[in-house]
């Protein structure tokens, strides 16, 4: 079997700490509202720090502690919706930051399931090519640049930080599934530039099911009784058919890692896998919703508090904007 070993892991979490009461202050909202539907209670966002700052020192950190060379980084992947630039790439100045002048690099966007198609991602290069020996896998995300603020149902969710996998070649399990709904789109969104140009004859197009004045806002957008519907279900189905691909039954997983989306959702689709809640390594209580960003930070959280051990048999397994969903299993 071909797999990935984790040989660093690193975070970035800005200093700004922002509490229920904090939310309270600018929405009609309370903390009990908040905690007893989100499981909620503070999260942390920008204090200025962007997007390539952050993954830049999640970065940093995985690669300290792997003791390894900058230079031998083959590839820099980073998983974001919320980039600083619309170019060059968040992994290009993360390159530049962290001195892995070797490595080829890009960004890559599949919203809260981006993590788990960034790893994959890596584990095929690493697969393919010989030459290949580390790999870098970065989610960096600033969720309050497109929170819209106004919006009590959505706003107390999101956070900003960012997470990081280093990762080389191995015969450790391994088992990826990945999928998409694009008929789901227009359940969670955030619009980017309309076209405009000199020579243009119509005002606008209708690219997807668009039906209201908040299509013109470059805010998040969320229907979330619709994403909690597809939540719920995306994410016991992503676990099993990784678990199908791996080889191993769902009972032989140690550990689960759930994008830290809402503990409602996270204890709904534990419960349609059959998996105990004390298989499942939370963080998001303090955290908040970080979307591609909170899988390997909690990640790295179970590891820290002894979770996580090596040896460990790992079930990532997110969902997102798209609608995306993906589960990877790997041995820690």
């Known amino acids: 079997m071909f797999g990935i070993s984790i040989v660093g892991t690193g975070i970035y979490r800005p200093g700004l700490t922002v509490t229920n009461e904090d939310m309270a202050k600018i929405v009609d ?35 300290d502690e792997a003791g390894i060379d900058p230079k031998d980084i083959a590839y820099v992947i980073c998983a974001t919706i919320t980039s600083d630039f619309h170019t060059p790439s968040t992994a290009c100045i993360i390159q530049r930051e962290i001195g892995a002048v070797n490595a080829a690099c890009f960004d890559l966007n599949a919203a809260c399931s981006g993590f788990i198609y ?46 990081a996998f280093l990762v080389e070649r191995s015969e450790k399990l391994y088992g990826c599934w990945l999928g998409a709904d694009g008929q789901g789109a227009k359940y969670i969104y955030a619009r980017a530039d309309a076209p405009s140009n000199p020579f243009m004859t119509e005002p606008r197009f209708h690219v997807a099911d668009e039906t209201d004045e908040s299509i013109t806002h470059k805010q998040l957008v969320q229907d979330g009784k619709e994403v909690y519907k597809f939540a719920t279900k995306a994410l016991p189905t992503a676990a099993v058919n990784a678990a199908e691909r791996a080889g191993i039954a769902v009972t032989d997983i140690d550990v689960f890692v759930p994008h830290q989306a809402n503990l409602r959702i996270i204890e709904t689709a534990a419960k349609n896998l059959g998996v105990s809640m004390d298989k499942l390594v939370l963080n998001i209580d303090k955290r908040g919703n970080t979307s591609s960003a909170s899988i390997p930070s909690a990640f790295h959280d179970g590891v820290c508090s002894g979770q996580i051990k090596r040896g460990d048999k790992v079930c990532l397994v997110g969902f997102g904007a798209g609608l995306t969903l993906g589960s990877a299993i790997i041995e820690y």
């Open 29 to 63: 909202t309370n903390d009990e509202w908040i905690s007893t539907r989100t499981g909620i209670r503070e999260r942390r966002m920008s204090n200025g720090e962007p997007t390539w700052y952050m993954g830049t020192h999640a970065a940093q950190q995985a690669i």
């Open 118 to 163: 960034a790893l994959d991602t890596a584990k095929r290069f690493l697969q393919t090519e010989d030459t290949a020996k580390y790999i870098l896998v970065v989610s960096s995300e600033n969720l309050s640049k497109i929170t819209n603020f106004e919006d009590r149902s959505s706003c107390i969710l999101f956070a900003d930080g960012a997470a």
